[in-house]
Nanobody, 122 residues
């Protein structure tokens, strides 16, 4: 069982930046960042392979967000630049139980953090 804790959320103006961190209680395999806006489904924002070589981004964040990880620290990160009001959501990190490759489907992730709120004002 892996425990995940997100941090780094907050309130920022449109055009600003935030860096989210995800601290894991132990080693993890594939990881991902997801978000859920009020009244909407949780969606995949970005995902990364165990090695960090392969990444995936949703079209809505491509070119603005960067996912990364540090396996020595059992951590993953989401650098978010040029933030827009539509990026407002609770952001969650998750870890896959078996795969070292990128996993896009949120339903395949076994371990989840409790989330961190990101609010972007216009």
């Amino acid at each position: 069982q892996v425990q995940l804790v997100e941090s780094g959320g907050g309130l920022v103006q449109a055009g600003g930046s935030l860096r989210l961190s995800c601290a894991a209680s132990g080693p993890t395999l594939a990881m991902g960042w997801f978000r859920q806006a009020p009244g909407k489904e949780r969606v995949t924002v970005a995902a990364i392979s165990w090695s960090g070589v392969t990444t995936y981004y949703a079209d809505s964040v491509k070119g603005r967000f960067t996912i990364s990880r540090n396996n020595d620290k059992n951590a993953a990160y989401l650098q978010m630049n040029s933030l827009k009001p539509e990026d407002t959501a609770i952001y969650y990190c998750a870890a896959h139980k078996k795969s070292v490759n990128v996993v896009i489907n949120r339903n395949e992730y076994a371990y989840w953090g409790l989330g961190t709120q990101v609010t972007v004002s216009s």
